[in-house]
Each structure stands twice: as structure tokens, then as C-alpha cells.
């Protein structure tokens, strides 16, 4: 049986340089190739990555304090209002805010695009003043450079494994999962399949708070479970487990990230997202955790589920995989339907392997979570009482 391995002979390994870290494409033939014991001792490190739309992401930034001091009540980066009642001078800006002006052309992920790329943003402020603040308004210029902080601190990230979307309905529908064409005509899905953080450690042995990730870029941390973190193990007909729901809370240094990591979209008729790439290190501690970062696209399903009935409990059509999903088309009542991904898979390969690089370098050691993140929680929705 082989050895556990622990995170402090891991990290002694990536500090001497000898560490042998893969991605989690390169495991599966090793561990097709010599078995899941042989790869667990000859593997430390296993990197995922993911690049999708994250629409609940948002930034804290700072401004620093004007002379004469003004405690912001209502605050506007290029016209995207961002949430001011955060004391003074720190307000958190929201990634799908639609701009004042622009509306949905322009919101609070370009802001972050922009500030990232080192553009100057035009910021406003207002408040009704105090003894302490007496200004009542500001207006001046920002860039990251003028700024005190700029945190990405995102509240929900990193889904584990989402939906695929369809539209059964004679129209046309715009959703946040893309357009869906009518009567079954196209499908789209938003997950990383084998390449997926949490798809590759579903019981959470090594991903927890306080883990250290790649966002954006950058390295940062999960800060907490996300919201509507809501793990469930379902098994399909053929007895293949399905983990879905769990969440990320991620936070990270903004002024540190990458525009190559981090963009701003547009969904037509929906509005604003962000854009975020994640990667996280799974270590191989055990041969358990070596069984689940070998799952292929093929073993890794997820239902498919008709989007054009509007309420919150949408019924499922069925199960498919990732292999299905991405050649390209999946058979639902009896119809073949092209698949489209609004995530990159390109990207999350590009991501893991910019981590593989960074921790074989030296560049990138792995933190043991402080706590695990739960494992089951009840989702509950908002009841509506006279």
C-alpha cells in the first residue's frame, strides 16, 4: 500500500526543485499506464484549471482619503455605480453592475478589465457630509496605481460541475447560460470536465479555506465555501456517481492579475459577467485522492436541464458526459443537438499547465487548508410571504 504523503514533504520537494507535478489531462494515461499505486508514488502534484463566465464576482477597492476628507455615500467608477456603505473611501464593486450611461454594453467587469489592463478610470462620488467628512462631492481620476487596494473577492466561483442548457420552447429565449434556440435546437454548457478543480477532488480532502489557487493571474485563496455551496452525490441508472453544487469564495490581489485571465463579457439580452480563470493544485497525499484526479470526460456526467420554464425548479432531460459535450453533440428525447461551450477549454489547459510550471518552479509551494469545506448543505430558496 502506498505511503501517505504529507504537505510539508511535498512543499520541501517543490522547494529542492524535485518535485514531479502533471496536469490533470497528462494523469490519466499515467495512471491507465501503471495503476493508480505506482502514479501516487511517483506524482506530487496534480494541477486543474478552469476559465468561465463567474458572474458573482465582484472588487473592494480603496481610493485613499481626499483633502478634505469625504465619507463616500454613493460612489461611480466610469459611470458603473459601485456599493459605497463600506465606511470612507472603500466600496465593492459588482461585476454585472450595468453602467448609468451605457447600460448593459458597459458594467462593473469592464471597470475591472480596465483598471487590471492599467487605463485610467474616471471616479465620482457623493455624500451629504459630516463634521469628520465635510466634502459633499469628488471628481478625479483613478488607476491601479493610485489606489491603496484592489481586491478581486469573488462570493461565488468555481462551480463544480454546472447544467448543460435547452430550450424546448417555440422561441428564442437569452439566458446567462447564452442564447438558446427553440425546440431543442442547440445546447450549451459552462464546466471543464476532467480539468475541473472540483471535479477532481469532489470530497474536498485537499481543497478547503485557505488554499492557495491561481486567480486571475495571480496567486490568491479560498476564503470560505461560495455561496449556494451545495454539494449532492446523485448516482445516474448505470451507478455513476454525479457530484454537483459546491461553490468557491476566492479573494486575491487585483493589481497583481492578467487581462489574459480575467475579461469582461456581454450575454445578449442578459447582461454583464466576468470572465475568471482558476486553477488549483490538488496534492496527491493518498491513493484515494489519485483515483478521483484520474476521472476522464467520459465518467464525469451532468444533467441537462430546460431552461425556457421559468420558475426555479427546472426539469432535468437527462444525463450526459463531457466526453458527449465535447464532440460536439448530445441526443435528448430522441433529437441530436450540437453542443457549444461557454467556457474555455483551451484556456483551463493553459491555465493548468501555467500552474504545473509555477510550482515545479519554485515559484508556486502548496497551503494546507486551515478547515474543509462541508460537504453537505441544504439549498433553500426565497419564500415569498403575505
Given at each position: 500500500?502506498?505511503?501517505?504523503?504529507?504537505?510539508?514533504q511535498?512543499?520541501?520537494?517543490?522547494?529542492d526543485?524535485?518535485?514531479v507535478?502533471v496536469t490533470?489531462?497528462?494523469?490519466?494515461?499515467?495512471?491507465?499506464?501503471?495503476?493508480?499505486?505506482?502514479a501516487?508514488?511517483?506524482?506530487?502534484v496534480v494541477?486543474?484549471?478552469t476559465?468561465?463566465p463567474?458572474?458573482?464576482s465582484g472588487?473592494?477597492?480603496n481610493?485613499?482619503?481626499?483633502?478634505?476628507p469625504?465619507?463616500?455615500?454613493?460612489?461611480?467608477?466610469?459611470?458603473?455605480?459601485a456599493?459605497?456603505?463600506?465606511a470612507?473611501?472603500d466600496?465593492y464593486l459588482?461585476?454585472t453592475?450595468?453602467?448609468d450611461?451605457q447600460?448593459?454594453q458597459?458594467g462593473g467587469?469592464h471597470?475591472?478589465e480596465?483598471l487590471i489592463?492599467g487605463k485610467?478610470?474616471k471616479f465620482?462620488?457623493?455624500?451629504q457630509?459630516?463634521?469628520c467628512?465635510?466634502?459633499?462631492?469628488?471628481?478625479t481620476?483613478i488607476?491601479?496605481e493610485s489606489?491603496?487596494?484592489?481586491i478581486?473577492?469573488?462570493?461565488?466561483n468555481?462551480y463544480?460541475n454546472?447544467?448543460?442548457?435547452?430550450?424546448?420552447s417555440n422561441k428564442?429565449?437569452?439566458t446567462y447560460?447564452?442564447v438558446l434556440?427553440?425546440?431543442?435546437a442547440?445546447?450549451?454548457?459552462?464546466?471543464s470536465?476532467q480539468?475541473?478543480?472540483?471535479?477532481?477532488?469532489?470530497?474536498?480532502?485537499?481543497?478547503g479555506?485557505?488554499t492557495?489557487i491561481?486567480?486571475?493571474?495571480?496567486?490568491?485563496?479560498i476564503?470560505w465555501e461560495g455561496?449556494?455551496h451545495s454539494?449532492q452525490?446523485?448516482k445516474?441508472?448505470?451507478g455513476?456517481?454525479?457530484?454537483k453544487?459546491a461553490?468557491?469564495?476566492?479573494?486575491?490581489?487585483?493589481?497583481?492579475m492578467?487581462?489574459d485571465y480575467i475579461?469582461?463579457?456581454?450575454?445578449?439580452?442578459y447582461g454583464?459577467?466576468l470572465?475568471?480563470?482558476?486553477g488549483?493544485?490538488?496534492?496527491i497525499?493518498n491513493?484515494?485522492?489519485?483515483k478521483?484526479?484520474?476521472?476522464?470526460?467520459?465518467?464525469?456526467f451532468?444533467?441537462v436541464?430546460d431552461y425556457s420554464?421559468?420558475h426555479?425548479n427546472?426539469p432535468?432531460?437527462g444525463r450526459?458526459n463531457?466526453?458527449q459535450?465535447?464532440?460536439?453533440e448530445?441526443s435528448?428525447?430522441g433529437?441530436?443537438?450540437?453542443t457549444s461551450a461557454?467556457s474555455?477549454?483551451?484556456k483551463a489547459?493553459?491555465i493548468?499547465?501555467?500552474?504545473?510550471e509555477?510550482?515545479?518552479?519554485?515559484?508556486?509551494?502548496?497551503?494546507k487548508?486551515?478547515?474543509?469545506?462541508?460537504a453537505?448543505?441544504?439549498?433553500?430558496?426565497l419564500?415569498?410571504?403575505e
Amino acid at each position: 500500500m502506498t505511503k501517505k504523503r504529507t504537505y510539508e514533504q511535498i512543499n520541501k520537494k517543490i522547494k529542492d526543485g524535485k518535485a514531479v507535478v502533471v496536469t490533470a489531462e497528462e494523469i490519466i494515461p499515467i495512471v491507465e499506464e501503471k495503476g493508480i499505486e505506482k502514479a501516487t508514488e511517483e506524482i506530487d502534484v496534480v494541477t486543474t484549471g478552469t476559465f468561465g463566465p463567474m458572474c458573482s464576482s465582484g472588487a473592494i477597492i480603496n481610493l485613499g482619503h481626499s483633502d478634505p476628507p469625504i465619507r463616500m455615500q454613493k460612489a461611480w467608477l466610469n459611470d458603473v455605480e459601485a456599493y459605497a456603505g463600506l465606511a470612507a473611501v472603500d466600496v465593492y464593486l459588482g461585476a454585472t453592475q450595468a453602467s448609468d450611461s451605457q447600460g448593459t454594453q458597459y458594467g462593473g467587469a469592464h471597470v475591472i478589465e480596465d483598471l487590471i489592463s492599467g487605463k485610467r478610470i474616471k471616479f465620482k462620488a457623493i455624500s451629504q457630509g459630516t463634521d469628520c467628512y465635510p466634502r459633499k462631492k469628488i471628481e478625479t481620476y483613478i488607476t491601479k496605481e493610485s489606489i491603496n487596494q484592489a481586491i478581486l473577492f469573488n462570493p461565488r466561483n468555481c462551480y463544480q460541475n454546472y447544467n448543460v442548457a435547452v430550450n424546448t420552447s417555440n422561441k428564442k429565449i437569452y439566458t446567462y447560460m447564452g442564447v438558446l434556440l427553440p425546440r431543442l435546437a442547440n445546447a450549451t454548457y459552462s464546466t471543464s470536465g476532467q480539468l475541473s478543480p472540483l471535479l477532481n477532488d469532489p470530497k474536498f480532502l485537499t481543497i478547503g479555506i485557505g488554499t492557495r489557487i491561481f486567480l486571475g493571474g495571480a496567486q490568491g485563496y479560498i476564503a470560505w465555501e461560495g455561496t449556494q455551496h451545495s454539494p449532492q452525490s446523485i448516482k445516474n441508472k448505470d451507478g455513476v456517481e454525479i457530484n454537483k453544487g459546491a461553490t468557491l469564495t476566492v479573494i486575491g490581489n487585483l493589481k497583481e492579475m492578467s487581462t489574459d485571465y480575467i475579461r469582461a463579457a456581454i450575454f445578449k439580452g442578459y447582461g454583464i459577467s466576468l470572465i475568471v480563470g482558476i486553477g488549483i493544485p490538488i496534492p496527491i497525499i493518498n491513493s484515494e485522492i489519485m483515483k478521483y484526479v484520474a476521472v476522464k470526460n467520459e465518467e464525469i456526467f451532468t444533467e441537462v436541464i430546460d431552461y425556457s420554464v421559468p420558475h426555479l425548479n427546472k426539469p432535468s432531460l437527462g444525463r450526459v458526459n463531457y466526453k458527449q459535450l465535447r464532440d460536439g453533440e448530445i441526443s435528448i428525447q430522441g433529437k441530436t443537438i450540437p453542443t457549444s461551450a461557454l467556457s474555455s477549454y483551451a484556456k483551463a489547459r493553459e491555465i493548468a499547465q501555467k500552474l504545473k510550471e509555477e510550482i515545479s518552479g519554485g515559484k508556486f509551494s502548496l497551503q494546507k487548508p486551515i478547515q474543509n469545506l462541508p460537504a453537505y448543505e441544504e439549498f433553500k430558496s426565497l419564500k415569498e410571504i403575505e
